[in-house]
């Protein structure tokens, strides 16, 4: 079998044994891809069954959440945990709660994990969870009592030496706050360990919270130095207002960047002179409200009901919200109006189409798991201040972050030149976070 047959085999195995999950078969079949290249210069890494291993989870956990609501009914709703490679480390990936949480986003998000974290350089395996738990309008209590019965199950299958999650889509620090207490009072133990984003007077790290939304600034302006230019002076797009976005925007105008326009499933808000990013913060952190609030009190914003955040004319686009909402004919209007940097925040963010789109164009294009792995390195430098039981300074931390971000693209950019793909960062992030796996798995046996 040549090379194009191999993997296409190796595909087809995929989709019959994981019908009905399109997210995932799509995260495959990119990484796939560019594994084609990998495997023609070093056939041996398809040995073993090496592939094949690697596209199934280690394990996969489905449980029922029953809690009670308030009005005394009993909702249900289910819980997942996919533990999907442990070669360099415990199972390490974030927990989504999210009406459209199913088994396939699960599995597409813990896939994408093992190689975003075996690009940080640090000891870390891939793995992530949630719920299809909405926890947009519910009580602070009715938090308290799906997070207290979500850890009821969770808690027989982490540890700081097996998984840790931490949080994603719908899980800030109210969640794992009390997703902690919950785990403390089951297992009788402070094992600081076991979650990350935690509070800072109890285990948690300065710079967790900044530190998705920062590291996607430092690559982004990493990128832009390999082709002389800066942020400084750009306009910026940057979809989403969630955890991920608002650091973003934070950082790229502490660099001397304008953010033209930030969005939530509402609609969009276009913005003359950049963002408030305290008064966002109040609306967003404090208030829990939505992005038409800022609209109402900035003097310098509109909100567009509805509204396609990449119709707003920007040079950098910096998709931050989820999967898929950048499609081909968005990134044909990005294109159109002159932007030449897109770094995804959000895993997955950009369809395949618009992926190809932006490499036709000579638009430089910088993959989540590269771009957005700030947040779980961070996460892993919590862990190491937890297993020493220190707890280092904001400027230490957030050095310690630039210089995973820089590496991470040098990593990318270095392995893509070496295989002949100058600057296509997708191919240069997939084959240097598969291969350190990959030679971990073959040191480790067939298991
Ligand atoms: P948050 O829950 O804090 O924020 C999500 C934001 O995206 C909200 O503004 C939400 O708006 C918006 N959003 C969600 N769905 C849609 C949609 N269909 N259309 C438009 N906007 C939408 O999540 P995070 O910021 O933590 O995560 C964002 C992305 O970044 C996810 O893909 C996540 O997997 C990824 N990521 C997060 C990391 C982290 O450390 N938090 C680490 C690495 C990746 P609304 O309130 O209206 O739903």
């Not at 209007?333 to 036709?360: C, I």
Request: hydrophobic share 35%.
């Amino acid at each position: 079998m040549n090379v194009d047959e191999q993997v296409s085999a190796i595909y087809q195995q995929v989709l019959r044994r994981n019908a009905g999950e399109p997210e995932f078969h799509q995260a495959v079949s990119e990484v796939l891809e560019s594994l084609k290249i990998v495997l023609a210069k070093n056939p041996h890494y398809a040995d073993n069954g090496l592939i094949e291993r690697l596209c199934e989870p280690e394990r996969q956990l489905i449980f029922r959440v029953p809690w009670i609501d308030r009005n005394g009914d009993v909702q249900i709703n289910r819980g997942f945990r996919v533990q999907f490679n442990s070669t360099l480390g415990p199972y390490k990936g974030g927990l989504r709660f999210h009406p459209s949480v199913n088994l396939g986003i699960i599995k597409f998000l813990g896939f994408e994990q093992i190689f975003k974290n075996s690009l940080t350089g640090l000891p870390i395996g891939g793995g992530k969870g949630g719920s299809d738990f909405d926890p947009k309008g519910k009580t602070d209590i009715e938090i308290m009592n799906f997070c207290q019965s979500f850890m009821m199950e969770l808690h027989r299958h982490i540890g700081e030496e097996r998984d840790v999650p931490a949080g994603d889509i719908g899980v800030g620090a109210r969640e794992i706050g009390y997703m902690f207490g919950a785990y403390r009072r089951l297992t009788n133990r402070h094992e600081s360990g076991v979650l990350t984003g935690k509070g800072l007077t109890w285990g948690g790290s300065l710079v967790r919270t900044e530190a998705t939304g920062y590291g996607l600034v430092y690559l982004t302006e990493e990128m832009m130095k390999n082709h002389n230019e800066s942020l400084n002076g750009a306009r910026v797009l940057v979809s989403g207002s969630g955890n991920v976005a608002t650091y973003a925007m934070q950082k790229a105008q502490n660099l001397g960047a304008t953010v033209v326009g930030f969005s939530d499933s509402s609609g969009c808000v276009r913005t003359k002179n950049g963002v408030d990013i305290e008064l966002l913060r109040e609306i967003k952190e404090v208030r829990r409200g939505r992005v038409s609030d800022y609209a109402k009190e900035s003097d310098d914003a509109e909100f567009i009901e509805n509204g396609c955040i990449w119709d707003i004319p920007a040079d950098v686009a910096l998709p931050s919200a989820t999967q898929n909402e950048l499609n081909l004919d968005h990134a044909k209007t990005l294109a159109a109006s002159g932007v030449k940097y897109v770094s995804e925040g959000a895993n997955m963010p950009s369809t395949p189409e618009a992926v190809h789109y932006f490499k036709d164009q000579g638009i430089f294009f910088a993959p989540g798991k590269a771009a957005n792995a700030g947040g779980v390195a961070t996460s892993a430098l919590e862990m190491q201040q937890n297993a020493s039981r220190d707890s280092w300074s904001f400027d230490y931390t957030e050095e310690r972050l630039r210089k995973i971000m820089t590496d991470i693209f040098k990593r990318s950019r270095d392995t893509a030149a070496e295989y002949g793909h100058e600057d296509d960062y997708v191919i240069g992030a997939n084959i240097a976070g598969f291969k350190k796996v990959a030679d971990a798995m073959f040191a480790q046996g067939v298991i």
